[in-house]
């Protein structure tokens, strides 16, 4: 069981920076591997970063391969995803996702991968 809140999203121009922060509860986060998800008016809810249980690992939508970094925190029970370089496309909410594993080297990619979501925040990137 694990509780997610995300913060730091807000409204950027393109070509701009943010740094979202997902904050989970309790005293296992190093037991989860991580992600970042996002979603647009209309569209499906698609992948966007993940990370393993230590951070070794991680692996990017294609999208946002060299512009987008994923990084955790264990320590603080935080995941974070750093934006730079940011379109007006990156438009979207934002949501992490916790998914317990018994690997280490566990990292996931969909959806179903993931047990637990955070509410989400928005991120909006004008032109």
């Known amino acids: 069981q694990v509780q997610l809140v995300e913060s730091g999203g807000g409204l950027v121009q393109a070509g701009g920076s943010l740094r979202l922060s997902c904050a989970a509860s309790?005293?296992?986060?190093?037991?989860?591997?991580m992600g970042w998800f996002r979603q647009a008016p209309g569209k499906e809810r698609e992948f966007v970063a993940a990370i393993t249980r230590s951070g070794v690992s991680t692996d990017y939508a294609d999208s946002v391969k060299g512009r987008f970094t994923i990084s955790r925190d264990n320590a603080k029970n935080t995941v974070y995803l750093q934006m730079n370089s940011l379109k007006p496309e990156d438009t979207a909410v934002y949501y992490c996702?916790?998914?317990?594993?018994?690997?280490?080297?566990?990292?996931?990619?969909?959806?179903?991968?993931?047990?637990?979501w955070g509410q989400g925040t928005q991120v909006t990137v004008s032109s």
């Open positions: 996702a916790a998914r317990q594993s018994y690997r280490q080297s566990y990292i996931g990619t969909t959806l179903n991968s993931y047990d637990y």
């Open positions: 309790g005293r296992t986060f190093s037991n989860y591997a």
